[in-house]
């Protein structure tokens, strides 16, 4: 069992940063592919970013060049750094956690962006 809790979510300015953290439960941490989603209102959730168990990190298209994951095996946390943030950037944001049939996910934490 893993259990995932993120943090750092908050109301942040167009043009302004936040940093996401989710902490994770569990010995097994870095087997596990780390995913970032977020969940706008009225809106199905959709994929931000992975940080791969190998080590390697994907992007939707729509955050590329913004937002960067990062992940530190020690600590079992998993980090998302988000800059220039846009009003479009604005839900819930949830830690995922998944390997083979597992798959795990955290509460969720709220960004707002402002225009």
């Known amino acids: 069992q893993v259990q995932l809790v993120e943090s750092g979510g908050g109301l942040v300015q167009a043009g302004g940063s936040l940093r996401l953290s989710c902490a994770a439960s569990g010995r097994t941490f870095s087997s596990y592919a780390m995913g970032w989603y977020r969940q706008a209102p009225g809106k199905q959730r959709e994929w931000v970013a992975t940080?791969?168990?190998?080590?390697?990190?994907m992007y939707a298209n729509s955050v590329k060049g913004r937002f960067t994951v990062s992940r530190d095996n020690t600590k079992n946390t998993v980090d998302l750094q988000m800059n220039s943030l846009k009003p479009e950037d604005t839900g819930v944001y949830y830690c995922?956690?998944?390997?083979?049939?597992?798959?795990?996910w955290g509460q969720g934490t709220q960004v707002t962006v402002s225009s």
């Open positions: 940080h791969s168990s190998a080590g390697n990190t």
């Open positions: 995922r956690a998944t390997r083979l049939s597992r798959d795990y």
